[in-house]
């Protein structure tokens, strides 16, 4: 079977402008397993030195870290270097999926019992801190969502939807645009384009999940891969009675396969933040955020 | 309607006890026609007549003794109760608050009376409900079987906002979830009462069933006696055993305590007034800090562990770290600190998902379910159409129902569908039909009607009430209070029951045999020589904190103040000697307390269509800017904001003449205008805020008990006015006005010592003689000196308790101040007058002073506000 090795590094640095006296943090910066993906190596490198550090699942199953510093500190900086090694999926005939409406039927309450997948995906069904269920954007989805339209089709149209009408534009959004104002200004990031895609399926009543992790960029051609240049990405998952989880990328428009790497999922973003944390003190701080994807054999003769 | 008293037999001792006294008041008509004006009707139950029109056997006694009053008696009882409503809320510092926080509703006279029979059976049915709704918490936050099953949608579960997933595997110690549950409760027609929504998540209302029946019964002794009127006592006792048995206490004596989102919340009497009650600390999120995993109140002894929490903040803001990141009001941390089975958080976190009106129709079928039996207590009727067919049903009746949202998150208000038009009507079905899940229709219930005292027509009148009852968790199932909180509506014709401005409430008293083991709650103990304490041994950090930045503050002002007023005077009398108020406006630069000359302001220059014009402000405008400015962030009127907002958070500390002070001085700030002051204003202001700040000082002399919390704020005086004085006369030394008779006026005035130089030296003011009354005087309360004795002593009298660390080295700096020879500085030929290098010196040493002030002030801050490790603080990362 196929597969790709990468090496990723994902460096966070705070430097916080007035001494932090206490903080907590928790980071999920440790790839999930998955049948198409293992993670062979895994170090994370904090200073200054935690007072207490605890590595284990959160409830949607991905490793989480937990973090505590007691001790009065005015940077931190949680650096991962991460081994990862992911697998072909087998190939999807999207035709082949049941009609959304159909899907969307069999997931609302009729009183009969649901079995251990379904009881899974209706945790990704509903309104989320970041993906807020509104009119608007089921019928943005309108023309994607068809009578009688096999599930996964409709879902790609509307990732296709998403690409070809949507500006991707770092400046345009933060973490806390709504997206309402996304789906307005037509721009945003890949964060953005994942809500929003996730909204459009939820106001139908269709599970879709959050996936954060990264994608393998190629250097232009002749030039060497800069480090810290890659960034976090993020896609979603549409869930299918038949072929289960699917993965879609509406940044890209395209299913994530061997140039994906998973690190989480959850409801949206707020649920598998890289890093998030309360500081007492610290005043003004932006982290700086270098990520680094390539190829385990590059990484090597490179020495990194 | 007249009703024979006869007929229902009555102790002969309460007939003898009020009767005979009353009857010695022989100048108004007794209350025969009491019932003259009261209106029945067959289409609502009636709790006081029965279907003939008669009263109810469980009222005449109640009745009787109303008509052997007379209406002054009455209104004299109506005036008792006002007035202990009034004085618990001064006792509980609330509600004289100036701004607003009243008692959210007024308190009627006469009970809500329920027989014996009637309330076993309800009371059965509570208990029943809030074991079932334990059971479902403890299955939706588990396996999840009722979901799986199609007995509960998914819906409302994973799509209400409390339903919290970082919840979701946490096993609360005695698979507890809901330590207290309150259910509200309308009586229909036929006299069943059903209930009309769950209150599970922190539900209020206990504490105010309490003071009404504290109050109450003091209005009607003999007839609270004679009644045998159930106690409310045991269901506070059982919460109090339950939480000490349940909490995670490893051996020691558990820490309870009541956290509370803070003064700004519409229930904060009942949070006082219960903590008080129970014996806990009543705490807020900051006063609460988790260290591996287990929680802490900061107290200014150090880290006490909480073991249980009673909380009354809403689920999703009990944790930033996991829940909803912008909540400011909880503890980061708290949920882990659970999950690792280190604190008991009653109710659990997470539990508000059951208040969704959506949920009751489907508790039938899961009580069946659960617990085998069927379910006791119906709810009204409900319509989720988050069900096809029901939701059709719901549509056809939408001119019936009342449409509320299932999830709070939507910040729906309810419609009445009688109350639409046909356009609404359908805008509504469009509504639902977009989510219909979000949405339940309800039936509207029909209140029953219940006597109250309208003393304006002394008569009695009748008013839709309903009743909030409550269970608490207990060793062998759920305990109901007998009693409760019965809600009254504003008028006769209401038909819902809104706690806003108009309504009222009633103590509930339910008949019968009181049970041999519940004495009456203790809320009298007489106490002790053994209960005596002189000090609160939680007192809390956020308390110390404020009282420090409250001293700070005060004497901030102070200096700030006097220093803006010489400026001011010398501006004003024009010339009189320019390098004097050079020097000052100097020195106030030097300080940070005059903004810049060179300012950047909008439009405000001759080009206003630049938008952004750099202006040369004369230095009246200057002047103003630093009294008056809301923007600028060091004004004087910002500090006086900061000295009172400090002021408020330890206004339970402070005397009523104390906050009195504080109102008014509040007052004249707040009526300061900001442009047009003239000089000669602003001069009469900081004159009469400069009084103002003299009594604060007063106050804190001599109206404060002097405990660690007090030597606090004298700390946070002294630290303050060091650091001041100490970078004043160090300004002033390096200045070239500095043998100038003028200059060293205002540094005396500035130091409030003109009086005792001049009764001292009867002459013009010399730098030698100057320096030694505000820098190495003992006795002079202003002096550099002085000040570090008082805080040495200070911080050695804390250190006899407390562990204080390292701090820096005042002794020292004492030491190195007292022993500076002055004589440096006299008149020396070599150095054309004066020794520069001298006057460096002592300027290098009064910044040193000032620095370490700063230093003491951050170190205390880590250690006692804080509570993390200040030694640390210095290494390398």
């Not at chain 2, 630093?626 to 004087?636: G, Q, Y």
């Not at chain 2, 604060?696 to 007090?710: E, I, K, V, Y």
Request: charged share 25%; glycine share 8%.
């Amino acid at each position: 079977m196929t597969s790709v090795h990468y090496r990723i590094l994902h460096d966070t640095h705070y430097r916080y402008a007035a001494p932090v006296s206490l903080a907590q943090q928790l980071a999920h910066l440790w790839p999930r397993e998955s049948p198409w993906q293992r993670c062979a190596a895994r170090e994370l490198t904090v200073s200054p030195e935690p007072t207490r550090r605890v590595d284990g699942l959160d409830v949607f199953g991905n490793p989480l870290t937990r973090l505590a510093f007691e001790r009065p500190h005015d940077e931190l900086e949680v650096c991962a270097r991460l081994d990862v090694e992911v697998l072909a999926r087998p190939t999807l005939r999207l035709a082949d999926s049941p009609a959304w409406e159909r899907v969307a039927h069999d997931l609302s309450y009729s009183g009969k019992p649901l079995g251990a997948e379904e009881l899974e995906a209706e945790r990704y069904r509903f309104q989320s801190p970041y993906v807020h269920i509104k009119h608007g954007f089921a019928t943005f989805a309108d023309d994607c969502f068809t009578a009688g339209r096999p599930l996964l089709l409709a879902a790609q149209a509307l990732m296709r939807k998403i690409f070809r009408e949507f500006t991707y534009d770092a400046a345009a959004t933060q973490v806390a645009t709504p997206l309402t104002q996304v789906l307005e200004e037509k721009r945003g990031v890949c964060q953005d384009f994942a809500h929003l895609m996730l909204a459009c399926l939820r106001s139908r009543g269709l599970a879709a999940r959050y996936v954060s992790g990264y994608l393998l960029t190629q250097p232009p051609p002749g030039r060497p891969r800069l480090i810290g240049a890659d960034a976090s990405h993020a896609w979603v998952a549409v869930w299918c009675p038949r072929q289960g989880w699917v993965d879609f990328d509406p940044t890209n428009n395209l299913l994530p396969a061997l140039e994906h790497i998973t690190l989480a999922w959850g409801r949206d973003f707020a649920d598998v933040s890289p890093l998030r944390g309360v500081i007492l003190g610290g005043g003004s701080h932006d982290p700086e955020v270098r990520v680094t994807v390539m190829p385990l054999a590059e990484a090597r003769s490179r020495g990194i | 309607m007249r009703e024979s008293e006869g007929c229902y037999p009555r102790p002969t001792r309460s007939l003898r006890g009020p009767g005979m006294h009353y009857n010695r008041m022989p100048t108004e008509y007794p209350m025969s026609d009491l019932l003259a004006h009261y209106r029945r009707s067959d289409a609502v139950y009636h709790e006081l007549l029965d279907a003939k029109g008669e009263v109810r056997p469980h009222w005449q006694q109640m009745l009787g003794h109303l008509r052997r009053c007379t209406p002054a008696q009455l209104r004299q009882r109506q005036a008792l109760l006002a007035r202990q409503i009034q004085e618990n809320g001064v006792t509980y510092n609330v509600y004289a608050d100036p701004d607003g926080a009243d008692r959210p509703w007024e308190l009627d006279l006469l009970p809500n009376i329920i027989p014996a029979e009637e309330w076993q059976e309800l009371a059965a049915g509570v208990a029943q409900r809030a074991t079932l709704l334990n059971g479902v918490l403890a299955d939706i936050y588990g396996p999840q079987r009722l979901i799986a099953d199609g007995l509960l949608p998914a819906e409302l579960v994973f799509g209400h906002n409390n339903y919290l997933w970082p919840c979701q595997g946490v096993q609360p110690p005695g698979d507890t979830w809901l330590h207290v549950y309150a259910v509200d409760l309308a009586r229909a027609p036929d006299g069943r009462w059903w209930v009309t929504a769950d209150r599970t998540q922190a539900p209020s209302g206990a504490g105010y069933a309490l003071e009404n029946r504290q109050i109450v019964s003091r209005a009607f002794p003999e007839l609270y006696r004679d009644l045998r009127v159930q106690y409310l006592a045991g269901y506070f006792r059982t919460l109090q055993e339950t939480l000490a048995r349940q909490a995670p206490s490893d051996g020691e004596t558990p820490l309870v305590v009541l956290l509370t989102p803070g003064r700004f919340n519409e229930t904060y009497f009942e949070h006082l007034y219960l903590a008080r009650q129970l014996g806990y600390p009543l705490v807020e999120g900051s006063d609460l800090t988790v260290r591996d995993s287990t929680v802490y109140l900061k107290t200014l002894d150090g880290l006490k562990r909480v073991h249980a929490l009673l909380r009354r903040l809403d689920d999703d803001f009990c944790d930033p770290l996991e829940l909803r990141t912008d909540s400011a009001l909880g503890v980061p941390g708290l949920l882990d600190a659970v999950r690792q089975g280190r604190v008991l958080v009653a109710n659990a976190l997470g539990s508000g998902v059951l208040e969704s009106p959506g949920l009751p129709g489907f508790l039938p079928g899961i009580c069946e379910r659960l617990l085998g039996e069927p379910l006791r207590l119906p709810s009204i009727a409900s319509w989720w159409c988050g069900e096809p067919p029901v939701f059709e049903e719901a549509l056809e009746k939408l001119d019936e129902l009342l449409f509320r949202a299932a999830f709070p998150s939507q910040q729906y208000s309810p419609q009445f569908g009688p109350e639409l038009d046909a356009g609404q009507r359908a805008e509504l079905a469009e509504r639902i039909r977009q989510r219909p899940y979000a949405y339940v229709g309800q039936e509207r219930p029909l209140l029953s009607q219940a006597p109250i005292w309208h003393a304006a027509s002394a008569r009695l009148q009748t008013r839709p009430i309903g009743m909030r009852v409550f269970a608490v968790a207990g060793p062998d199932g759920y305990r109901v209070m007998p009693g409760g909180l019965t809600r009254v509506a504003a008028s006769a014709s209401a038909t819902t029951l809104s706690m806003q401005r108009g309504g009222a409430s009633k103590d509930t008293w339910v008949l019968g045999e009181r049970h041999v083991a519940s004495e009456p709650w203790q809320w009298m103990r007489s106490l002790g020589v053994a209960d005596v304490v002189r000090s609160d041994p939680y007192l809390p950090s956020r308390l110390v904190e404020n009282l420090f930045w409250f001293g700070r503050y005060c004497d901030r002002c102070e200096g700030t103040a006097r220093l803006l007023r010489i400026m001011l005077s010398r501006y004003v009398d024009d010339g009189d000697d320019p390098d004097a108020l050079e020097a000052a406006v100097a020195v106030a630069e030097g300080l940070g307390l005059l903004p810049d000359a060179k300012s950047r302001a909008a439009g405000k220059g001759k080009d206003e269509e630049d938008g952004e014009t750099e202006v040369e402000l004369t230095l009246e405008q200057r002047l103003l800017q630093a009294v008056t400015s809301k923007d600028w962030p060091f004004s004087l009127r910002a500090n006086l904001l900061r000295m009172q907002w400090a002021a408020a958070s330890v206004r339970g500390r402070l005397s009523r003449e104390n906050w009195q002070a504080l109102v008014e001085l509040h007052q004249e700030v707040q009526g300061l205008a900001q442009e047009e002051a003239d000089p000669g204003e602003l001069l009469e202001f900081l004159d009469r805020l400069l009084m103002s700040l003299a009594a604060q000082s007063g106050f804190a002399l001599d109206d404060m008990t002097r405990d660690d919390g007090w030597r606090f704020l004298i700390i946070g005086r002294r630290i303050e006015r060091v650091q001041f004085l100490a970078e004043s006369i160090a300004g002033l030394l390096h200045s070239p006005a500095v043998h100038d008779q003028a200059a060293l006026a205002w540094l005396l005035e500035l130091g409030n010592s003109s009086i005792t130089y001049r009764t001292r030296y009867l002459a013009a003011p010399q730098l030698i003689p100057v320096l030694d009354l505000l820098l190495l005087d003992g006795q002079n309360p202003h002096a550099v000196v002085f000040q570090l004795r008082q805080l040495h002593r200070s911080l050695e009298i804390l250190g006899e308790r407390l562990e204080l660390g390292t701090l820096p080295d005042l002794k020292a700096l004492d030491e190195r101040l007292s022993t500076w020879n002055l004589g440096r500085l006299e008149y020396n030929p070599f150095h054309e007058g004066i020794d520069v290098a001298a006057l460096d010196a002592l300027g290098e040493m009064l910044q040193d002073i000032a620095a370490a002030a700063g230093q003491l002030s951050d170190h205390l801050g880590l250690r006692f506000f804080v509570h993390v490790d200040a030694s640390q603080q210095t290494q390398s990362l």
